[in-house]
């Protein structure tokens, strides 16, 4: 390749987040789709990276005019290839299998650029798959990348794979218009040694779809087993009604896909690939495009108009004085110099002793290099409430953490919708979606022992601060009842929900007695 190219590449690899630059190579930049580029470079720099792009290409053109090679993965007819999405979800493992593995009926090459395998018809025989020029430009990519196992680099595994179920997959999700989002691993462990999977990919709204593990080599039973020793206990936040998700397990070349189950047994739903072999390299792109074709149906398991936290993605907050780390069933909240207060410890430790199903458990408080960390679970899922039932519901939730916070002497401070969230509570074999959970204790303080500073209280001004109450606790709760995008159904009850808040704000009340005047009038 011309050198001048060479160097174009280098600049431009240089501006892609480092994260990701190892899975773009300086050989697969000709098959790049314009989707991929517009993520890599959303600025000037992308019609640059188009016109490197399109440069490679014709240069390899003129290479394969003078070698004739077969071209690795040829487009099949046009007809829209997700008719291939089952009427249901299977919920047994036999007929997860037999979905999952069932060929196309269409001719798929493979590795080799001298084999073709012939791929039986299944149900769908007069169907053909129609591949867009982004997954064509992935496949050829892909069919030019050294094996795992035939190079010395320990991290080669990590990269390929990356490539086979990160770029690939959501290259896939792309033409499904479905927001995905994949992460790879860098380090073997987070804090205090919660271990993280090599690989986790999730929709917008947090569920999780796969997880994954790799090795450079060895029995593909060790990043199986991982699989399961790298789990905690079935989260509903992130996993939903889920009856399954998906893993994958990679050694070397050795590949194997698992329907992985609430118990955390992780089964085998495919052959182990090796992806030296043509034909079962084509067989493992089949099966993850089977797998995808499940993905809407799998959405429709997780609660609606609900949204989990981005696992083990980091959240900054205050201008990174404050960042969370969500894990499968709990937070970690790290507040850097000057937030890490021993005040804050000490409120943080004296709420640990708090035992409410509304409340979050806090389990660890520390310091470490005066970086203060407050751990919590479960996590909840980002909801607003959709029907009377469940703002009835929600407002019940919240009275019953207000009456065991105040009972310890304690306001909260800022009770407003962000600050409220759905929990999934083990109901049986499956979870429940009808409790919710009041969080965020930053701003909790003693009665009466700290000025209000949210504007909203009708008394709070910078020449007549007044402080922290209980009654100031009750009084947001009645701004939450008028306060939000609310549905339709919500709107039938306005009347209610007015007088509801006229009642929080105005009355003199026992939470008992909050209690049921909510169910009295959300009845």
Known sequence: MDTALRRQYNALQAMIDEKEREFYPFESWMYL??????????????HSARALRDALAAQQQQQQVQNTPTFLFPTPPNVNWRSLTPPALPQNLQ???TFVNTPFPYHFQ??????????LNDVNAQK????SGGIIAILNFLATLTLPGEVTKETWAATYYGNVFGNFVQQIFVEMKLDYKWEKNKSST???GTKRPDYIGQFGNGMVFLRGEEKPNGAITIPKDEIKSKMKDWSPHIYGFLPYVFGYAAAGKFVQIYAIHPIKEVQPITEVFDLGNALQFSNLLQCIFRIACLAPLMQEQFPPGT???AFHAPISRQNNKVVLKFDENQVDKFYNPPLATESLKAKYEDL???????IPKITLVTVTNDVLQVRSEPVGLVAFPATKQQLREAILSIVIALQALHQNGYCHGDIRWPNVVLLGKKIGNGFDFHQWALIDFDTAAKNNTVPITWESHPYC???NPILLTFAADWYQVGELLTVGGFSDELHQIDDQRRQLKAYFQSSDFSSAEAATRVGQILK
């Open 95 to 97: 007929s997860l299998e």
């Open 110 to 119: 493979g590795r080799n650029l001298n084999y073709i395998p012939q791929l």
């Open 190 to 192: 987070t804090t205090n």
């Open 352 to 358: 640990k002793h708090l035992n409410c199903p509304n």
């Open 461 to 463: 001004n910078n020449q």
């Open 128 to 131: 053909q798959l129609a591949i």
């Open 307 to 309: 949204k989990s936290y």
């Open 33 to 46: 789709d314009d989707s991929i580029l517009q993520r890599l470079f959303p600025n000037q720099y992308y």
